[in-house]
Every structure is written in C-alpha cells, then in structure tokens.
C-alpha cells in the first residue's frame, strides 16, 4: 500500500513540479481544456514514471501526496507489468497514446478498476509530462463479470432458454433449447417463432406474446411446442420480458422445460 508520507520527492520531481505551476499560471486555458474534457482524473507524471502532480484525483490522495512517487505505486502488484508496458511504448515512440486497465489502490488498500490513457506530452513545453487520464469502471467490470457468468449457467442449463424479439424472430438459443427441439442454432436463429408452435397453438401464442409486450410481466403457462421431427411436446413455459432503459419492452425470454 503507497504510504504518502514516507514518498520522499526528488530534486528532479521538485524542479517538474515548479516548472508545471510555472505552466499552470502560463496557460490556464490548457489546463482548463485537460480537465474538461478528462474522465474524472488526472495525474501527469515525467519520463521515469514518478508522479509529478495529481492534478484531480478519485482514488483519494492530494496533489502532492504522491509527488516523486513511482506512478506503479498506485497500482495493483498483479498490473503493474501493463503499466510498464504502456511506459516503455511510449519512451519508444511506439505511439503517443495507449489505453489500458488496472486496479488503482486507494490510500486505505483497497482498490477499484480504473480504465486509463496515457498520453505523451512530454514535448510540450506547457504540459512537459506523461497525462494519465483515468476512470472507475469498477461498475462495468463487475457488470461484465456477471454477465459472462450468467451467460454461461444459460449456455449449458438442462432447460431451454432462448430469446425472440417483438415480432417473433428468435435471436439466441442455447444447448438446452438444441436438445429439446431438435434444432441447432445455426438452424433456427432468425427463424419465427412459429416454427416450433403447432397449428393449433399459433394464436395462443400470439396472444401471449402481446400480453407479455402490453403489460412488461413475465407470464407462465403449460402447452405444446412442436419438435424438429414433427412431434410434439408438453412444456411449462415461462415468457419474460426483456426491458430497455425506458423500461420499453424489446423482446422476450423463453424458458422452459417438458412436462415428465
């Protein structure tokens, strides 16, 4: 864990700090234009990879706390290696703007996910450093992360689960869903949903789908759905809706399982 009081700043990071507040009185505008357009922080750092200033921080520290600091120091152990990476790719000239992910530690220990850019600016005389603009996408990683698991419980469930949008065109189909009616999902996605409703059922589920459309509620009911062979199939059937942001419906899940 950094330790703020114990960084000790060089005369090197010393005569960096006074050269930016000598920038900063010199070019407000630019600074201005950093920060308004930045991703919640920013701290500029010079060719060795230590801190020269924080100009606007969300994990925490000051903008001088960690002045002098090695810029890893505010990083996870475990991605420490990328950072170093983005560094030497930059010194090399291998481009002047890189992006990457890491864990940023708070003052305190812990830590959140933060999506960085770095960017060379060392040859600009008002800025004189490497601009690190970073973000907490720690929301969006724990989103993706859950995400990746649902769809893998979905994946290999012994039920059938697939989508379909409005209209009635199926648009995901998983292994369950295979081995319940027979059909691949390089056979059936873009198909209508009527493909696998018998004749007699065509307006029952209609109307179920536009009830489920209507009112934004799940629905369960028991009926028939027909196999690839011709057959047919007594299923508890479980229809739920698929909302956007504006809480408008979008498609419908299909769940369900045969009846023993």
């Excluded at 750092?45 to 969300?58: K, L, N, Q, W, Y």
């Excluded at 475990?78 to 560094?87: A, I, K, L, N, Q």
């Excluded at 508890?236 to 956007?244: A, Y």
Aim: proline letters at 4%; a negative charge.
């Amino acid at each position: 864990m950094p330790d703020a009081k114990s960084a000790s700043i060089s005369p090197n990071a010393e005569t960096r700090i006074r050269h930016l507040e000598e920038a900063l009185q010199r070019n407000t505008r630019l600074f201005e234009a950093m920060l308004s357009h930045s991703r919640d922080g920013i701290v500029l750092t010079g060719p060795d990879g230590r801190i020269v200033r924080i100009v606007r921080s969300i994990a925490g520290y000051g903008p001088t706390d960690m002045a002098g600091a090695p810029v890893e120091s505010l990083v996870h152990p475990d991605d420490r290696e990328t950072v170093h990476d983005c560094y030497r790719r930059l010194l090399n000239r291998e481009a002047t703007s890189l992006s990457l992910e890491a864990r940023v530690l708070r003052p305190d220990g812990s830590c959140f996910w933060a999506e960085a850019t770095l960017t060379d600016m060392l040859d600009v005389p008002e800025v004189q450093a490497i601009v690190g603009n970073y973000s907490d996408v720690t929301a969006r990683r724990n989103h993706e992360l859950a995400l990746a698991e649902f769809e893998a419980m979905v994946r290999h469930a012994n039920y059938a689960v697939f989508s379909k949008d409005t209209l009635g065109q199926i648009l995901t189909w998983n292994q369950g869903a295979e081995r319940m009616f027979g059909y691949t999902a390089e056979e059936i996605v873009g198909k209508h949903i009527h493909v696998l409703v018998p004749q007699e059922s065509l307006e029952e589920e209609s109307a179920n789908r536009k009830r489920v459309i209507e009112t934004g509620e799940a629905i369960e009911f028991r009926t028939e759905r027909a196999h690839k062979d011709g057959s047919h199939i007594l299923i508890d059937l479980q229809l739920v809706p698929v909302l956007d942001s504006a809480a408008r419906v979008r498609g419908l899940v299909h769940i369900s399982r045969p009846v023993r």
